[in-house]
């Protein structure tokens, strides 16, 4: 007989003291120990976290490869980092056999000083939790950790699979003592850092949408307030709401609070409030919640040179910045300045942007930059000043690059394309920085910025953009009493206002600039103002004077020895002289310009008259040789025309492709010039290429489709304000109109295009259509009535 007694104990995972025992009567827990469930409780509201949500449900599953799911969530502060992780945790225990094993939660404080947990107590914390005695947990850290990740590891042998959770840690290298080693347990972690080392899914939470936004706001008033409809009732305020508040979780629960504490009180009362840039931060604070706060712990964290760079990021003007412009900034080289900024943005106190090299701060956090370089130390006139000349430098070098070829290649721009990109990017960066020095009343910068920075604009047909720059530069040239640089603003005003179809004001700009450019004597200016007269009074369909003004301009460049800018003249004159229906004579000077222009290198302008000089010899009855003239016009270089040059060429080149019966080639090409049109906002090129493609469809007698392509012609031309081109559709439409056998409708559009070329002076084009009228009326028997509805 053998006396000695065995005890199996089984079905369960024991790291305390087991007493032996002949008889045992063990009952093992049907659910895990409460110090195992005690996640947090999760907010009732949760909205636009769907897509994180769904992503880090799908790593915690334990068919997940790898099975030992550990999802990282990084944010700026009060972006919901927390509620994400606590969602994701609920959403994952109510899961059928996830996490038997139950959950471990650790909030580490890892950002508040009096609050801040280190990853050794965590380590404490998380053993008694696990079921380890107090006096069994040694005093190491090394110790700690090594008991932690076997307890786990036993937990999931087990088939006790546990679900760590770890909220607001900090950048620590002990951090990697907190994270389980068994393959099997998954790790939640949440940080204002990105904590990439980790090799963890990383999910970067950014801020929410308008309509997320407007969702949570009315889901968190509505819990707070049953019924509340505030938001419902005024959206668009509680749009303006979430934007000043950049969409950020924590500023919208506060805004939520804020109008649950007073129910009768509105949201553009609020707004309001909060439209203030400069108490916005102080209004969004409710009790011991507070974005500043929430800031601060942050901001606390930094060294002093991140925290340096980081106020002074508030004197950027534009949405985004460069590492080159915060090297100007900050003062030091752009290698110091780049690592400083990566540092920054693994803190997420800023935010890479695109293309890389370019970062970003959230609207809140550049007015707390703005609240801490204000009460502090920092020289920031010096570092404004610095930044301002560096725009300046770089905007005049790449419009160097880009409009004068005979400049020789720079450093900063070794050709056009990338001066061309240079100049997109830093496009709202530029207009900002050119109205900060003019409220500033800076006005020496102001009006040195404006002449680069306008020449682009012009340019590229950003004409709302030019417009405000170019406002600001004359007022400030006027206050400098800078003659000279007011009349090139007026004169390149003249040219926006031409765009903007406003000709009238745009011939009396232009006349302020010669006034003033004669005054002086200043014969370059004076032949460049000249120019673009000609070219407004033109489209205003006063061609003589043009003509005038375009031969004037060009005697007076050829007088002082600019052959570029008297062969751009000549090539304006050309055009103009194929209005007056002087073909030949046109010809004879766009091959004259032409020739100027490849001499002297300048194949942008020498493209541009190739194109010009294709549309006489079309007009001639020369398709096939027009066709290759828009070909060789084409084909310059990539990135030689830009967008809106190039989308005006291949319009052209559709009308020609029309004369030589290529309609479907021509239907290409006009659509896509209408792509580049439309994305630049230029209504009147965009008119004009839908009516072109109108016609097509006439030539192929598709006239239903004609008509609506008409229709869109007009509706555009109505906002263009160019009453001719209005009339010529119109006209255009009326004849889609009688194929179809609409002449009542016909009818009425044609006495309005009479009467609309009346006004614009074109007698010949008026007694045309009111013509074609008497014959429709005739044979629908009706008689002429009045045309109504236009007025001067």
Known sequence: MNDRTENHISGGVFFGVVIQGRTITLTLPDRPDPALAGLPRKSAVFVGRQAETERIHAALSPSAEPASGMVTVSGLAGAGKTELILQAAHQALREEGWFPGGVLFADLHGYDKQRKVSPKRALGTLLRALGIPAEHIPPGIEERANIYRSALAALAAAGQRVLVVLDDVPATEKIHYLLPSDGTTATLVSSRHSLSELGALNITLGVLSISSGRALLDATLRAARPGDSRVANETEEADRL?????????????????????????????????????????????????????????????????????????????????????????????????????????????????????????????????????????????????????????????????????????????????????????????????????????????????????????????????????????????????????????????????????????????????????????????????????????????????????????????????????????????????????????????????????????????????????????????????????????????????????????????????????????????????????????RRSEAMTLGNMALVRQRQEKWHKAIRLHTLALEAFLESEDDHALADELSSLAAALLQLGNNTEALENLELAAALYEQTGDAKRAGEALDLADQVRNRAGARREPAAGIGG
């Not at 609020?270 to 974005?291: C, G, I, M, T, W």
């Not at 043009?546 to 004159?573: C, I, P, W, Y």
């Not at 766009?590 to 194949?603: E, H, N, P, T």
């Open 242 to 682: 979430i934007a000043l508040c950049g969409g950020l979780p924590l500023a919208l629960c506060i805004v939520s609070s804020l109008l649950a504490d007073i129910p009768n009180r509105t949201l553009s009362s609020l707004h309001r409030l909060l439209k203030d840039a400069h108490s916005r931060l102080s209004a969004l604070s409710r009790e011991e919640r507070a974005v500043t706060a929430a800031f601060d712990l942050s901001y606390r964290r930094l060294t002093k040179d991140q925290a340096k760079l980081f106020r002074l990021m508030w004197l950027n003007p534009g949405p985004d910045f460069s590492t080159q412009a915060a090297a100007q900034l900050h003062g030091g080289d752009e290698k110091e300045t780049e690592r400083l900024l990566q540092d920054l943005a693994r803190r997420h106190l800023i935010e890479p942007s695109e293309p890389y090299g370019r970062w970003q701060l959230h609207t809140l956090l550049r007015l707390y930059a703005r609240e801490k370089l204000m009460t502090g130390d920092d020289a920031w006139g010096e570092a404004l000043a610095r930044l301002l000349a560096h725009f300046h430098e770089m905007a005049t070098l790449a419009c160097q690059a880009l409009f004068a070829p005979e400049t020789p290649p720079t450093e900063a721009f070794t050709d056009r394309t990338a001066a061309l990109q240079w100049l997109e990017v830093e496009r709202p960066t530029l207009v900002a920085a050119t109205a900060w020095s003019h409220q500033a009343k800076d006005d020496l910068v102001c009006a040195a910025l404006a002449v680069p920075v306008s020449q682009f604009l012009m340019e590229a047909r950003y004409s709302d953009d030019a417009s405000r720059v170019l406002a600001a530069g004359i007022r400030s040239s006027r206050r400098q009493e800078d003659r000279r640089r007011e009349a090139a603003l007026l004169s390149s005003r003249g040219v926006v206002l031409r765009d903007l179809r406003m000709l009238r004001k745009s011939v009396r700009s232009h006349q302020k600039a010669i006034k003033i450019c004669r005054k002086l004597r200043k014969r370059k200016a004076l032949a460049g103002a000249l120019n673009n007269l000609g070219l407004s009074l033109h489209d205003q369909r006063e061609f003589e004077q043009a003509v005038a003004a375009h031969s004037e301009s060009a005697r007076l460049f050829k007088r002082g020895g600019d052959q570029l800018g008297a062969a751009r003249a000549l090539s304006n004159l050309g055009e103009t002289l194929v209005e007056l229906g002087r073909a030949e004579e046109a010809a004879r000077i766009l091959r004259k310009a032409g020739k100027i222009f490849r001499k002297q290198g300048d194949l942008r302008n020498y493209a541009q008259a190739l194109g010009s000089l294709a549309m006489v010899m079309r007009n001639s009855g020369e398709a096939e040789n027009a066709a290759e003239l828009h070909r060789r016009a084409l084909d310059m270089p990539n990135g030689l025309l830009l967008p809106h040059e190039r989308a005006v060429e291949m319009s052209n080149f559709a009308g020609t492709l029309i004369a030589s019966g290529r309609f479907e080639d021509a239907l290409t090409a006009q659509q896509e010039a209408l792509v580049t049109f439309r994305r630049l906002q230029d």
